[in-house]
C-alpha cells in the first residue's frame, strides 16, 4: 500500500450480481491507481454460509444472512485510518475463512449487495452508485452468459431468476433511492419488438443537491434536451444514437438524467459527444474518451455503460479531490 492516507474517502458500489460491478471497479481502480485503492467485497460479511443458507432457506441477498453490526464497526474504523482484520467468504468452498488484515487506504470502495441497506453504513458513505439492470436486459445477459458458458437450459435460467426476484425486489433494489448516481440499462427504444439486447439505453440518474457533486448536463443546465448526434461528426449504423437530458423526479428526490440509447460505432468520435457536456469533472477536454478508449474491450464501452461509468468515475475522483483539499491544507499549515 502507498503511505497512511490523510484521509480516507469511502465510496459505495451496490446492485446485484451480473450488473457490471466487476467492470465498474475495474475503471475505478484505472482512474486511481491500483495502490491507491482498497475493494471490499461484502459477501464476506454473510453470518450464513453456504449451507447454512440453504439449511435455513434464507438467501444472500436476505440481510438475515449478514452481518451489519460488525461491517460498519469495521468500514468505521477504516474511514477513521485504523486497521481491521477482514473475514473473508470463501466463493469456492461456500465457507468463512479466517480473517485477513486490512490497512486503511486513500480511497475504500465498499461493493456488493447491500453498501446503501444499513443505514449507519450508508452514512459513513462519501460518494455512491447504484448498477441497475432492468428485467429484460438481465434475463437476456443471464441467458447468454449461463447457456453459453454454463449449459444451463432457459427453463434453468429464468427459475434461477425468479427464485432470487422477491429478495432482490424486497432487499437490493430499494436501495437506488439513496445513490448519489444510478447507472440504469434499459432496453433500447430505437428497435421495435428487439430481443437481442444488444443494442441498449442507458440512463445517468444524478441526484440534485448533494454537497459538492455538480451534475453532468448536456448543451443547457436545466432543460430538456433530445438530440439525434449521427451525422459527419458521428458515425451511426443502424439504428443509430438519440440522446436525451433533463430535469427529473426519482423516489422523491429530484434529480438531472443523462440518456444514451444507441451503440458507437467508432470510440474515438465518442469526443463529439464529450464537448457538448458540462461539468464531467475531466480535468482536460478529451479525457472522458481518452478513458473509454484505454479499455476499449470493457464490456458496455461501446454504449452508455461504459460512458457513464467513466462520468461516474470521474465524480468519485472530484469528490476525492474535494474532501482531501483541507487535510492537504492543514499538512502546509
Same mark, same amino acid.
Given at each position: 500500500?502507498?503511505?497512511?492516507?490523510?484521509?480516507?474517502?469511502?465510496?459505495?458500489?451496490?446492485?446485484?450480481?451480473?450488473?457490471?460491478?466487476?467492470?465498474?471497479?475495474?475503471?475505478?481502480?484505472?482512474?486511481?491507481?491500483?495502490?491507491?485503492?482498497?475493494?471490499?467485497?461484502?459477501?464476506?460479511?454473510?453470518?450464513?454460509?453456504?449451507?447454512?443458507?440453504?439449511?435455513?432457506?434464507?438467501?444472500?441477498?436476505?440481510?438475515?444472512?449478514?452481518?451489519?453490526?460488525?461491517?460498519?464497526?469495521?468500514?468505521?474504523?477504516?474511514?477513521?485510518?485504523?486497521?481491521?482484520?477482514?473475514?473473508?467468504?470463501?466463493?469456492?468452498?461456500?465457507?468463512?475463512?479466517?480473517?485477513?488484515?486490512?490497512?486503511?487506504?486513500?480511497?475504500?470502495?465498499?461493493?456488493?449487495?447491500?453498501?446503501?441497506?444499513?443505514?449507519?453504513?450508508?452514512?459513513?458513505?462519501?460518494?455512491?452508485?447504484?448498477?441497475?439492470?432492468?428485467?429484460?436486459?438481465?434475463?437476456?445477459?443471464?441467458? *447468454?452468459? /449461463?447457456?453459453? @458458458?454454463?449449459?444451463?437450459?432457459? #427453463?434453468?435460467? %429464468?427459475?434461477?431468476?425468479? &427464485?432470487?426476484?422477491?429478495?432482490?425486489?424486497?432487499?437490493?433494489?430499494?436501495?437506488?433511492?439513496?445513490?448519489?448516481?444510478?447507472?440504469?440499462?434499459?432496453?433500447?427504444?430505437?428497435?421495435?419488438?428487439?430481443?437481442?439486447?444488444?443494442?441498449?439505453?442507458?440512463?445517468?440518474?444524478?441526484?440534485?443537491?448533494?454537497?459538492?457533486?455538480?451534475?453532468?448536463?448536456?448543451?443547457?443546465?436545466?432543460?430538456?434536451?433530445?438530440?439525434?448526434?449521427?451525422?459527419?461528426?458521428?458515425?451511426?449504423?443502424?439504428?443509430?444514437?438519440?440522446?436525451?437530458?433533463?430535469?427529473?423526479?426519482?423516489?422523491?428526490?429530484?434529480?438531472?438524467?443523462?440518456?444514451?440509447?444507441? *451503440?458507437? /460505432?467508432?470510440? @474515438?468520435?465518442?469526443?463529439?459527444? #464529450?464537448?457538448? %457536456?458540462?461539468?464531467?469533472? &475531466?480535468?482536460?477536454?478529451?479525457?472522458?474518451?481518452?478513458?473509454?478508449?484505454?479499455?476499449?474491450?470493457?464490456?458496455?464501452?461501446?454504449?452508455?455503460?461504459?460512458?457513464?461509468?467513466?462520468?461516474?468515475?470521474?465524480?468519485?475522483?472530484?469528490?476525492?479531490?474535494?474532501?482531501?483539499?483541507?487535510?492537504?491544507?492543514?499538512?502546509?499549515?
Amino acid at each position: 500500500m502507498t503511505n497512511k492516507p490523510d484521509r480516507v474517502v469511502l465510496i459505495g458500489v451496490a446492485g446485484d450480481s451480473g450488473c457490471g460491478k466487476s467492470t465498474f471497479l475495474r475503471r475505478l481502480t484505472d482512474l486511481f491507481g491500483e495502490d491507491f485503492v482498497t475493494v471490499i467485497c461484502l459477501d464476506d460479511y454473510h453470518s450464513l454460509d453456504r449451507k447454512q443458507r440453504k439449511e435455513t432457506g434464507i438467501t444472500a441477498l436476505n440481510p438475515k444472512a449478514n452481518n451489519f453490526d460488525l461491517m460498519y464497526e469495521q468500514v468505521k474504523a477504516l474511514k477513521n485510518g485504523e486497521t481491521i482484520n477482514k473475514p473473508i467468504y470463501n466463493h469456492e468452498t461456500g465457507m468463512i475463512d479466517p480473517p485477513e488484515r486490512i490497512d486503511p487506504n486513500h480511497v475504500v470502495v465498499i461493493e456488493g449487495l447491500h453498501p446503501l441497506y444499513d443505514e449507519r453504513v450508508r452514512g459513513l458513505l462519501d460518494f455512491s452508485v447504484y448498477l441497475d439492470i432492468s428485467d429484460e436486459v438481465k434475463i437476456a445477459w443471464k441467458i *447468454q452468459r /449461463d447457456m453459453a @458458458e454454463r449449459g444451463h437450459t432457459y #427453463e434453468d435460467v %429464468l427459475a434461477a431468476i425468479n &427464485a432470487r426476484r422477491p429478495d432482490f425486489t424486497a432487499y437490493i433494489d430499494p436501495q437506488k433511492e439513496f445513490a448519489d448516481v444510478v447507472v440504469r440499462v434499459l432496453p433500447t427504444q430505437l428497435i421495435k419488438n428487439d430481443t437481442e439486447r444488444k443494442v441498449l439505453r442507458v440512463q445517468m440518474i444524478q441526484r440534485d443537491g448533494v454537497e459538492g457533486f455538480e451534475p453532468a448536463y448536456l448543451f443547457d443546465e436545466g432543460s430538456t434536451i433530445d438530440w439525434i448526434p449521427c451525422g459527419r461528426k458521428l458515425t451511426c449504423s443502424y439504428p443509430g444514437i438519440r440522446m436525451h437530458y433533463g430535469p427529473d423526479t426519482y423516489y422523491s428526490n429530484s434529480v438531472s438524467i443523462l440518456e444514451v440509447d444507441g *451503440q458507437f /460505432d467508432r470510440l @474515438e468520435e465518442v469526443i463529439y459527444l #464529450e464537448q457538448h %457536456l458540462s461539468k464531467t469533472s &475531466a480535468k482536460y477536454n478529451g479525457e472522458l474518451t481518452e478513458l473509454l478508449l484505454k479499455h476499449r474491450d470493457y464490456p458496455g464501452s461501446n454504449n452508455g455503460t461504459g460512458l457513464f461509468q467513466v462520468l461516474t468515475g470521474l465524480k468519485m475522483r472530484a469528490t476525492y479531490e474535494r474532501l482531501i483539499a483541507p487535510a492537504k491544507v492543514a499538512v502546509r499549515v
